[in-house]
Nanobody, 122 residues
Framework: EVQLVESGGGLVQAGGSLRLSCAVS????????IGWFRQAPGKEREWVSC????????FLANSVKDRFTISDDNAQNTVYLQMKSLKPGDTAVYYC???????????????WGPGTLVTVSS
């Protein structure tokens, strides 16, 4: 069984930065991809980024590709989402999830963390 726990969320002013962490534990060798998603109040869950564990290939949504970076620290079993130039529209609960490959479709990710709240003030 795989467990995921996000951390690093908080309140930040527009233009600021945050780094989110996704700690992966359990049967980590079963994890093929880690995705980041976010869900703002009253909106559907939105794909943000993903990393393929076997080769480190990364993917970013167009809405964040110039501001966010995803990285994978295999030694620490942690995936990071570095977020810069944050905007009020980035306010959401951010989730990491484990899946068989990188995709923007939430239904392919079987294990989810509880989420961490990011609030960007204007």
């Amino acid at each position: 069984e795989v467990q995921l726990v996000e951390s690093g969320g908080g309140l930040v002013q527009a233009g600021g930065s945050l780094r989110l962490s996704c700690a992966v534990s359990g049967f980590t060798f079963d994890v093929k991809a880690i995705g980041w998603f976010r869900q703002a109040p009253g909106k559907e869950r939105e794909w943000v980024s993903c990393v393929e564990k076997k080769n480190g290939e990364t993917f970013l949504a167009n809405s964040v590709k110039d501001r966010f970076t995803i990285s994978d620290d295999n030694a620490q079993n942690t995936v990071y989402l570095q977020m810069k130039s944050l905007k009020p529209g980035d306010t959401a609960v951010y989730y990491c999830a484990a899946g068989p490959y990188c995709t923007s479709q939430t239904r392919f990710f079987g294990v989810w963390g509880p989420g961490t709240l990011v609030t960007v003030s204007s």
